[in-house]
């Protein structure tokens, strides 16, 4: 769902499910999905800094289809217009940091 939800919000059926055993990591492909950097979601960026779960997605073994097709699919579906952040392979979080 995107927008003010969950009453006003405007639901996206894209066959895709999120899923893992860190919700650091779960919760920074979501946010990926709505085209935003874990930098730019203060808790993502505050909790991935303190060490806690992990936002570094190239740390991160996704399954299914990879994340810029992922991205590309959603944002389609959910704005009108396809959103890859990552066009040249997975951003760091904080460049030059591994």
């Given amino acids: 769902m995107i927008g003010t939800g969950p009453s006003e919000g405007k639901p996206i059926n894209a066959n895709m499910i999120i899923a893992g055993t860190d919700p650091v990591a779960t919760d920074t492909v979501g946010a990926r999905m709505f085209g935003l950097m874990p930098q730019g979601v203060n808790y993502l960026f505050q909790c991935a800094k303190r060490g806690i779960g992990m936002g570094e997605l190239k740390n991160v073994t996704i399954k299914g289809i990879p994340l810029q097709q992922a991205e590309l699919n959603f944002s389609t579906l959910a704005y ?8 040249n392979g997975i951003k760091q979080m904080v460049p030059g940091k591994a």
């Fill in 80 to 87: 009108g217009y396809g959103i890859a952040l990552d066009s």
